[in-house]
């Protein structure tokens, strides 16, 4: 069953949605994860050893911290699309249609399959997004070198 173009925005928003909880949940998961291998290091008689080893789960959650940060930000960014909104040019939150393929310019949040079509979300600055930014259907722009023409705009 085919998705009428309305309620396929709203589908693909709650997609990325659910692609940034699981990042979030992820890298809260390894920051804790990361916090009791550090808390759990003992002394012993090579000192430097847990220092070595605490240093190691430190930098491990700091590296999720940084994920975590990330995951946030998409959070944020997504939030301020309403993908109910209709738009008659690429801009965030327009779903493109092309010869090339279908775009959802929100995060980048890469292939997303629905009702067996699949769609890209791609953030505003992605490279294709930049292309793409401020046209209309019926457009030609040039990507990689091929013409790519602009069927739909939603």
């Not at 173009?5 to 699981?22: D, E, G, N, Y």
């Not at 975590?68 to 040019?89: F, K, V």
């Not at 310019?105 to 992605?126: E, N, R």
Request: aromatic fraction near 4%; glycine fraction near 6%; hydrophobic fraction near 40%.
């Amino acid at each position: 069953m085919t998705q009428l173009p309305s309620t396929i925005k709203p589908l693909l928003h709650a997609a990325c949605a659910a692609f940034v909880t699981q990042r979030i949940e992820a890298a809260q998961a390894a920051m804790l994860t990361a916090q009791e291998s550090a808390n759990s290091e003992t002394k012993s008689s090579a000192g430097d050893k847990y220092e070595t080893g605490r240093a190691m789960a430190q930098e491990e959650r700091n590296r999720n911290a940084v994920q975590l940060q990330q995951a946030l930000q998409l959070q944020g960014e997504l939030a301020r699309i309403n993908p109910e909104t209709a738009s008659d040019a690429v801009r965030p939150g327009a779903l493109v249609h092309t010869t090339m393929g279908r775009f959802y310019i929100s995060i980048s949040a890469g292939k997303l399959t629905l009702d067996g079509q699949d769609y890209f979300a791609v953030s505003a600055a992605a490279p294709v997004a930049a292309v793409l930014t401020g046209k209309q259907a019926g457009e030609e722009v040039m990507f990689n070198g091929k013409k790519v023409q602009i069927q739909r705009v939603e």
